[in-house]
């Protein structure tokens, strides 16, 4: 076989080669459910809360309260491509606490979504349009 022809065989097998990515991140350090067990309302001041939590990602003052946000994201997406089909799945799921505190920086409330850990990795199915 002459070194055009073969080349042209290899250019030729890699552009039809499949190819596949897997992506895993995060956005902050993850929140510890057992973390949030430690806070009494009425009692745990905002000192001791970040003493527990370590620092907010916001704090939003409401008049003479305040609340601190704590966030953490986690995305998982895969990819699988073909010479023309390119599928991308990603999903993101995130952890979030808002933490509120009276005018003296007691604790008063606790509200928190923990989903962070559910991502997962996946391509969407291939389904016939306007299904």
């Known amino acids: ?13 890699l552009t039809f080669v499949p190819g596949c990515f897997f ?23 905002s000192k001791e809360v970040v003493e527990i939590l370590g620092a907010p990602t916001e704090v939003v003052q409401l008049g003479h309260r305040s609340a601190y946000r704590y966030d ?3 995305t998982k997406e895969a990819g699988l491509w073909l010479l023309i089909l390119y599928l991308h799945g990603a999903d993101v799921q995130s952890d979030r606490a808002w933490v509120f ?3 003296n920086g007691v604790l008063t409330h606790v509200g928190t979504t923990l989903e962070a850990n559910t991502a997962e ?10 299904q």
């Open 72 to 74: 953490h994201s986690h």
């Open 23 to 45: 992506s895993n991140s995060r956005i902050n350090r993850p929140l510890d459910p057992a973390a949030f067990t430690r806070l009494e309302p009425g009692k745990s001041t």
């Open 121 to 130: 990795y996946a391509i969407p199915p291939m389904t016939p349009s306007g």
């Open 101 to 103: 505190f009276d005018e």
């Open 1 to 13: 076989m002459s070194r055009p022809v073969s080349s042209l065989l290899v250019i030729a097998a």
